[in-house]
C-alpha cells in the first residue's frame, strides 16, 4: 500500500471543521484544562505554568485570563478544595469536550 503525501491546509481545514477551532487553538485549551486541574488540586500558580510547557509564569498568566475570563489565582482560589472545574472556557457554547 502507498501512501499519498496530505497537504497541511487540508488538514488544518478538516482540523477546523471537526473541533471548530485551529489545532493551535485546541492544543492551548488543552493545556489551559490540564492547568485547571493542576489548580483545582492544589498547585501553585507558576509550577502549573511549567507543567503544562508555559516559558513564563506571565505568559501562563495572560493565555489563561483570555481563555478562561479569569486568573489562575482566582480560579485556584474558588476551586481550591473542590477538585472540580467552576468555569466554563470562553466560547465554549455547543462545542464538543476536547478529546486528545
Excluded: I
Excluded at 493565555?63 to 489562575?72: E, V, Y
Excluded at 472540580?84 to 455547543?94: K, V
Amino acid at each position: 500500500m502507498t501512501t499519498k503525501p496530505v497537504d497541511p491546509a487540508t488538514v488544518g481545514r478538516l482540523f477546523r471543521e471537526e473541533f471548530g477551532m485551529t489545532y493551535p487553538q485546541w492544543r492551548t485549551r488543552l493545556r489551559v484544562f490540564e492547568a485547571m486541574v493542576l489548580l483545582a488540586g492544589g498547585a501553585s500558580v507558576t509550577e502549573t505554568s511549567h507543567r503544562c510547557g508555559w516559558a513564563t509564569t506571565s505568559s501562563f498568566v495572560d493565555t489563561f485570563r483570555r481563555t478562561m475570563g479569569t486568573t489562575p489565582g482566582a480560579y485556584r482560589s474558588s476551586s481550591h478544595g473542590t477538585g472540580r472545574s467552576t468555569l466554563e472556557p470562553r466560547g465554549s457554547e455547543g462545542r464538543r469536550p476536547l478529546d486528545p
